[in-house]
Antibody, heavy 122, light 113 residues
Framework: QVQLVQSGAEVKKPGASVKVSCKAS????????VHWVRQAPGQGLEWMGV????????SHAEKFQGRVTMTRDTSTTTFYMQLTMLKSEDTAVYYC???????????????WGQGTVVTVSS | DIVMTQSPDSLSVSLGERATINCKSS????????????LAWYQQKPGQPPKLLIY???ARESGVPDRFSGSGSGTHFTLTISSLQAEDVAVYYC?????????FGQGTKLEIK
């Protein structure tokens, strides 16, 4: 069965960086894009960006340009999202989510990781 | 960015009754070339990730009960739960994937009356 298993909770100080991992299994790794979505406490969902597992190219929301890097390791079928220059407003649950389409575009999210809580506090 | 606006923000419905959630986009999320509406609905329960219910505005995801249905086109969409069950208590989000950044509605909290 399809699974996306994320790394554990992180506590960071303002100005630091965080790297969240998302291990994919149960499907052909190269066949689906993976998106990153975050959710601040008590708030809604915010799309951060998407990565192509085949080749590793990525696209990010303009809001995160210069601060976010999305990568993947094909040998371990793991995706990574690194966010730098953390601020208190980055405190959120970060999710990876598999794109449900056929790589002809970026579509809906059919499987989600369990989420990683990132807390930014001095 | 496309702004997604859901209504109402919260909804209280009796067990067995119909629940209707609306979603409006600030511009059309339909491609005329393929007649598809780039709109999905998700259900999120406390402490859990969102779960896909509906995609292409009206296609039900595998395993989702048939009491959930989606409709609409262009800029106006609706999620309907035909007969509310206790396990349907959750927050529901619409999402457009017509263009990036993909954007979500603010969420509708559904409770039992």
């Amino acid at each position: 069965q399809v699974q996306l298993v994320q790394s554990g909770a992180e506590v960071k100080k303002p100005g630091a960086s965080v790297k969240v991992s998302c291990k994919a299994s149960g499907y052909t790794f190269n066949n689906h894009y993976v998106h990153w979505v975050r959710q601040a406490p008590g708030q809604g969902l915010e799309w951060m960006g998407v990565i192509n597992p085949s080749g590793g190219s990525s696209s990010h929301a303009e809001k995160f340009q210069g601060r976010v890097t999305m990568t993947r390791d094909t040998s371990t079928t793991t995706f990574y999202m690194q966010l730098t220059m953390l601020k208190s407003e980055d405190t959120a649950v970060y999710y990876c989510a598999r794109d449900g389409g056929d790589r002809s575009g970026w579509f809906y999210f059919d499987f989600w990781g369990q989420g990683t809580v990132v807390t930014v506090s001095s | 960015d496309i702004v997604m606006t859901q209504s109402p923000d919260s909804l209280s419905v009796s067990l067995g009754e119909r629940a209707t959630i609306n979603c409006k986009s600030s511009q059309s999320v339909s491609y005329s070339s393929n007649s598809k509406n780039y709109l999905a609905w998700y259900q999120q329960k406390p402490g859990q990730p969102p779960k896909l219910l509906i995609y292409w505005a009206s296609a039900r995801e595998s395993g989702v009960p048939d009491r959930f249905s989606g409709s609409g086109s262009g800029t106006h969409f609706t999620l309907t739960i035909s007969s509310l069950q206790a396990e349907d208590v959750a927050v529901y989000y619409c999402q457009q994937y017509y263009t990036t950044p993909h954007t979500f509605g603010q969420g509708t909290k559904l409770e039992i009356k």
